[in-house]
């Protein structure tokens, strides 16, 4: 007999695994590894400012999420590198948030599930969260899936052919701060760019078209969670970073094995 | 504004912070004429053609003939070896749903081989004709193409032209492309426009060829294949 704990935290996190699937290919296919990184460290201080508001913490991390990335989206370049930007952004964004949860008042947190995850103690209503808010991100991201893929392959031909940029910048930003809220019980603020990009890396040398990388990304997501769990409870690890180590092996394996062409 | 003029463009002005990229521009795009847009480096180009297709924001104005189907081939792809895309979905991209008439416009731009290749795995020239059966799927009115032929070599570069003038002989689609290379395209195009942040000469090659301000551009070897002799006789260095 499977522990319910156990069955419920697998459950949590395939759904993780799926709506990671075709955010982490837009980001790995767009090179905004670094993005993805400011966006989940702004959710620490989305989660201090909800509980010092008395408000659900989910909300606080959309909301500063959203806020983070649109910000970095829409504010024009200011004579800095791009990764230098976002690595300004991306630190300042951790570090606030770790001195608001110290400074706030009413702010009771426990750090170390907030940065790696805290899977096996999720409840019914959070399964229920993760599921509609990725049934959302998912059904957004099929309907706009075209506009999608034009404006990572080329925003001069999409603009050209009629589509909306801005469009594209809202769903790929507000998507990804939704998924930054829904995955931080899995695997914390400090592991969610590798749940995008991990699989996506892994399942690139294995794909020959952008939806059969999705899949794959979706199946090895998969996998590492099972995998995953199944390690942080035989072995007593946490369950967040067990779950990267079994994604960062598939991928050492996907890197390693025959190339196609 | 003559009625006929696919795009119309008064006063055309893009500046980024202090710098002004384009400077008053005007100039038309006729219905079904070859028209050639050059000039040096950093002379406005590309910022041209982002103003034509709206990624840039502009002061002046821009007018497009009312519906207005527009076909933009990009310089080049920067992020396909990062996303895996047989040829035959990048043409599917354009929202085109019917295999049949995609492959038939693949192989009317001679890429039918290519349908189940990998965007990143094609060579300059195969790239350039996938991009421009991808702008053709719209049957547009006017081709935009950003210096289609920049890393082809010469016999590749020549077949592109062959094919492009093809198509507008069948089609009467106008073009509007951006070029560097002046002698192969200047024989190819109706007019000439000669940018250098402002329009500093326009016309059929022949006139841009004797202007002076293109010659100052250019310097005097830039001569267009057939007129070359007529202008050496004005050199008198190097």
Known sequence: MIDPFLLKAALAGLLVAWVAAP??????????????????????????????????????????????????????????????????????????????????????????????????????????????????????????????????????????????????????????????????????????????????????????????????????????????????????????????????????????????? | MPEASLITAKGLTVSRGKRVLLDAVDFEILPSEALTLIGPNGAGKTTLIRALIGMVPYSGTLTRRKGLRLGYTPQKLPLEQLIPMPVDRFIALSGERNRARRREMLARCGAEDLQDSQMAALSGGETQRVLLARALMRQPDLLILDEPTQGLDSPGEARFYELLSDIRAETGVAVFMVSHDLHMVMAQSDRVICLNQHICCSGTPGVVAEDPSYLQLFGPRAGIAPYQHHHHEHCDHD
């Open chain 1, 23 to 261: 955010l982490g290919c837009l980001v790995v296919w767009r090179r905004m590894a670094y993005f993805g990184d400011a966006t989940g460290h702004a959710a620490l201080l989305g989660v201090a400012l909800a509980m010092s508001l008395s408000m659900p913490p989910l909300v606080g991390v959309v909301v500063v999420a959203s806020a983070m990335a649109l910000t970095i989206t829409f504010t024009t370049r200011s004579g800095f590198a791009a990764d230098t930007m976002l690595g300004v952004f991306s630190h300042a964004a951790l570090a606030i948030g770790l001195v608001a949860a110290a400074l706030l008042p009413g702010v009771r947190l426990n750090l170390i599930n907030t940065l790696l995850g805290d899977i096996l103690t999720v409840s019914n209503r959070e399964i229920i969260w993760i599921a509609l808010g990725g049934a959302v991100i998912l059904a957004v991201m099929t309907a706009a899936w075209r506009g999608l893929l034009n404006a990572t392959l080329s925003p001069e031909l999409m603009a050209a052919e009629g589509g909306s940029l801005i469009r594209d910048k809202l769903i790929f930003t507000l998507s990804l701060a939704v998924f930054v809220a829904l995955s931080m019980k899995l695997v914390g603020i400090l592991l969610i760019t590798a749940m995008l990009i991990l699989p996506a890396a892994a399942a690139a040398p294995l794909a020959r078209s952008p939806e059969r990388m999705v899949a794959i990304s979706a199946l090895i997501g998969s996998v590492s969670v099972l995998g995953g769990l199944w390690l942080s409870w035989e072995a007593d690890t946490p369950a967040g970073p067990s779950i990267i180590v079994v994604a960062s092996l598939v991928f050492v394996l996907s890197a390693l094995g025959p190339r196609k062409n």
